[in-house]
């Protein structure tokens, strides 16, 4: 079946230190990858996206490139700030349909 | 825009009564909602996806006569959970896909933290 796996939080950074999140997941056929944000207090916002094998969905700094021959979407920040703390979802969604598969999330905290 | 709402945001209740929990677009029309369930630091684990005018579809393992769906129009659904236990006590989440957009993006709403004593 389809499922997502994501590392496991809490990750404590320094303001401006570089942060990647790892995310694989093993799917039948393509599916199309997203990573998801959840501040506290509030709903899942879609963070970026990728559709296709090598694609890069890019957004407020953070970017996550489609590995096909790693099945891995991992998330990337070259400078995290404070209001970067939050909880990152990585999900997928089979082609064609709509349903989304989430990974367990990942808290990242951010110190100044 | 793709602004989803619930409500209530938080509910307790006795076990053995039912609860209604509101999803709304409120700024676009949704076709498709989509009910998750989320339990202490873990994943949103999808129960249902609910077309607009139609029977919901259920994932294997929730129960129908448990987690009652109605999507009445296009910018409501409806989760009512029936004889409540306390089993039931978890985070639901709803979301919404405009109609007919390309894309699969969905729009979440903030979740109802439901307490079942």
């Known amino acids: 079946g389809n499922s997502v796996t994501q590392m496991e939080g809490p990750v404590t950074l320094s303001e401006e230190a570089f942060l990647t999140i790892n995310c694989t997941y093993t799917?039948?056929?393509?599916?199309?990858l997203f990573w998801y944000v959840q501040y506290p207090g509030e709903g899942l916002q879609l963070l970026l996206k990728?559709?296709?094998?090598?694609d890069k969905g890019s957004n407020k700094g953070f970017e996550a490139t489609y590995r096909k021959e790693t099945t891995s979407f991992h998330l990337e920040k070259g400078s995290v700030q404070v209001s970067d703390s939050a909880v990152y979802f990585c999900?997928?969604?089979?082609?064609?349909?709509?349903?989304?598969?989430f990974g367990s999330g990942t808290r990242l905290q951010v110190q100044p | 825009g793709a602004v989803v709402s619930q409500h209530p945001s938080r509910v307790i209740c006795k076990s053995g009564t039912s609860v209604k929990i509101e999803c709304r677009s409120l700024?676009?029309?949704?076709?498709?909602m989509f009910w998750y369930r989320q339990f202490p630091k873990q994943s949103l684990m999808l129960m249902a996806t609910?077309?607009?005018?139609?029977?919901?579809?259920?994932e294997q393992g929730v129960e129908k006569d448990k987690f009652l769906i109605n999507h009445a129009s296009l910018t409501l659904s409806t989760l009512t959970v029936t004889s409540a236990h306390p089993e039931d006590s978890s985070f639901y989440i709803c979301?919404?896909?405009?109609?007919?957009?390309?894309?699969?993006?969905?729009?979440f709403g903030p979740g109802t933290r439901l307490t079942v004593l």
């Open positions: 979301s919404a896909s405009r109609a007919r957009e390309l894309g699969n993006e969905q729009f």
């Open positions: 799917a039948t056929g393509y599916p199309s």
């Open positions: 990728a559709t296709k094998a090598d």
């Open positions: 999900a997928q969604s089979p082609a064609g349909r709509r349903a989304l598969t």
């Open positions: 700024d676009f029309q949704a076709t498709t």
């Open positions: 609910s077309n607009e005018g139609s029977k919901a579809t259920y």
